[in-house]
């Protein structure tokens, strides 16, 4: 019978601290319908995995001002994460050849707020966030997927105070509702061109991709600690965005997305600050 502890010790060596357990049936009627599914499924049929491991990525550099949201001032987390990951996958298969270990992150048919705040790392908040107690929502979750049995009793998910700091800023007034359709960060990802509502939104925002608002307001944020993951170095991008950055999107956040939509969302905040400059 393996046990979670010689579970944590290979994902303690990985440089994996922050991370947790979950039952995969806790999750099964909520997966994502995403591409990613067929690597889930593919790994482990006709059986069910078992356990889902959450790990948090801790990624605030600083809160300089910028048009680009903190998680797009580090390195890809697709890549960079994901590679710290797929290492301690491999750990695990080497250590219990018998049982499979899938990683994912992002790209995920697992719902990974969900899967962390059931793996106890922390509290949803009313932005749909894990609030982690040490490093607050400025986390990435990644998850290893694997038919190890490890008896697990699920965390309880908690919810935050609903104090209301994040409703009441949110400027498409995503935060405690039912849909994202006016998030910024949504927003700042559609292709071609914007609605003037969408347009209006984007400029009341500053940002050319992503949005931390509803994160830079939250109480619990506040204390975060400063103590970003390994995986993303020691020095985070510029906090804004340029037009001769669109040159080279390689290792961004936003570089799956192309030079068009962030030059797009450039355009708008120029033509603003030109608006602005010219009254
Ligand atoms: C699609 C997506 C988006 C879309 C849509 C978001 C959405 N939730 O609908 C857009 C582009 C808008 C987006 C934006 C952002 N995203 Co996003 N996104 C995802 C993705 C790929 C899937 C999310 C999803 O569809 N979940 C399913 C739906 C049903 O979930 P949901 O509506 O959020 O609700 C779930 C939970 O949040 C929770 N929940 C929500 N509200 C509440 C309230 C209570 C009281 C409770 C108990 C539970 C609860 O229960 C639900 C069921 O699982 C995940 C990665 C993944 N595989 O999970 C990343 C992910 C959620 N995103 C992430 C990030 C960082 C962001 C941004 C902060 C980036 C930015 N700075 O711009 C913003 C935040 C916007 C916001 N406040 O939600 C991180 C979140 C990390 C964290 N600390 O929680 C994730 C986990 C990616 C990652 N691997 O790290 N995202």
């Known amino acids: 019978m393996v046990d979670k502890s010689s579970v944590s010790e290979i994902l ?114 009313d932005n749909g966030l894990l609030i982690n107690p040490l490093y607050g929502s400025w986390v990435f979750i990644g998850n290893i997927v ?15 105070s609903h104090c209301g700091a994040c409703r009441k800023i949110c400027p498409g007034g995503c935060a405690g509702g039912k849909t994202r359709k ?36 939250c109480p619990l944020n506040q204390n975060a600690l400063i103590a970003p993951h390994p995986c993303f170095g020691d020095k985070p991008f510029n906090p804004s965005l340029s037009f001769e950055d669109l040159n080279s999107l390689e290792g961004r956040a936003y570089g799956w997305r192309g030079a068009k939509t962030l030059e797009r969302n450039l355009n708008l905040l120029q033509s603003l600050h030109d608006s602005t400059s010219d009254a």
């Not at 694997?146 to 935050?160: F, G, V, W, Y």
């Not at 509502?197 to 608002?213: E, F, P, R, T, V």
Request: proline share 7%; aromatic share 8%; hydrophobic share 40%.
């Open 12 to 125: 303690n060596k990985h440089s994996l601290p922050l991370h947790g357990y979950c039952r995969f049936d806790a999750l099964a009627d909520n997966l994502l319908p995403c591409r990613a599914l067929s690597r889930l499924e593919s790994a482990f049929l006709p059986e069910q995995p078992k356990t889902v491991i959450a790990v948090l990525f801790p990624y605030r550099f600083d809160d300089m001002p910028g048009n680009l949201s903190r998680y797009a001032r580090v390195p890809d987390y697709h890549t960079a994460a994901g590679g710290f990951l797929k290492k301690a996958a491999a750990g695990l298969s080497a250590a219990f050849p018998e049982y499979r270990f899938v990683p994912f992150i992002d790209s995920s048919p697992i719902p990974e707020v969900r899967a962390a705040a059931l793996s106890g790392l922390g509290v949803v908040g």
């Open 182 to 217: 006016n998030c910024v960060s949504r927003i700042t990802q559609i292709k071609g061109e914007l609605t003037a509502s969408q347009q209006a939104l984007l400029l009341k925002s500053g940002m050319a991709w992503g949005c931390d608002i509803c994160q830079d307001v």
């Open 146 to 160: 694997t038919d190890l049995d490890l008896k697990i009793t699920d965390s309880e998910i908690k919810e935050c």
